[in-house]
T-cell receptor, first 116, second 111 residues
């Protein structure tokens, strides 16, 4: 299996621009997670989906952030407009859904975002 | 709901042992341990479930004290490859499906 795929791997943009991050989860996995990692705040959960449905988006910092999962094999995280404080590494992770059992999350390689 | 990890950083010589702790103020169902090397994604190490046994593979093992809402990761006879940042992720109930990650413990193993 190819694992979780994220694109782009690096993104440099200017403040005010729209940024779209993409994720392809592992085939057969029913849950998908978006995380943000910074030195100051560590690894933060932004939003997660079960069976393509957003379950908890309480971690999304503000309305500038939005996430979609139109089908089981693709998700996007969009920031519009971007700000310098959005600079971070964004990880996508997926996991199989097995009811009642702790589930391993498999992380993608991350997208390193720099907003100037 | 973010768990607290200690220590924040530790430096070991090859062959030495280390313990990393993860504590939560909330009742837990499971604790997940991950290791992240610089510039890479977190990689799963092991899961400990409520009522389960202590887990381990190779020279890395972990325990889960449900009453104390605490988990500990034990690294024995450390190797250079153990260097990285270790994160615990906590799950509050079965099927919660989302993890709250600690701030991480940076482990450096030197020759």
């Amino acid at each position: 299996d190819a694992g979780v795929i994220q694109s782009p791997r690096h993104e440099v943009t200017e403040m005010g621009q729209e940024v779209t991050l993409r994720c392809k989860p592992i085939s057969g996995h029913n849950s998908l997670f978006w995380y943000r990692q910074t030195m100051m705040r560590g690894l933060e959960l932004l939003i997660y989906f079960n069976n393509n449905v957003p379950i908890d988006d309480s971690g999304m910092p503000e309305d500038r952030f939005s996430a979609k999962m139109p089908n089981a094999s693709f998700s996007t995280l969009k920031i519009q407009p971007s700000e310098p404080r959005d600079s971070a590494v964004y990880f996508c992770a997926s996991s199989p859904k097995i009811a009642g059992v702790g589930e391993t999350q498999y992380f993608g390689p991350g997208t390193r975002l720099l907003v100037l | 709901q973010q768990p607290v990890q200690s220590p924040q950083a530790v430096i070991l010589r090859e062959g030495e042992d280390a313990v990393i702790n993860c504590s939560s103020s909330k009742a837990l169902y499971s604790v997940h341990w991950y290791r992240q090397k610089h510039g890479e994604a977190p990689v799963f190490l092991m899961i400990l479930l409520k009522g389960g046994e202590q887990k381990g593979h190779d020279k890395i093992s972990a325990s889960f004290n449900e009453k104390k809402q605490q988990s500990s990761l034990y690294l024995t006879a450390s190797q250079l490859s153990y260097s990285g940042t270790y994160f615990c992720g906590t799950e509050r109930y079965p099927g919660a499906n989302n993890l709250f990650f600690g701030t991480g413990t940076r482990l450096t193993v030197i020759p």
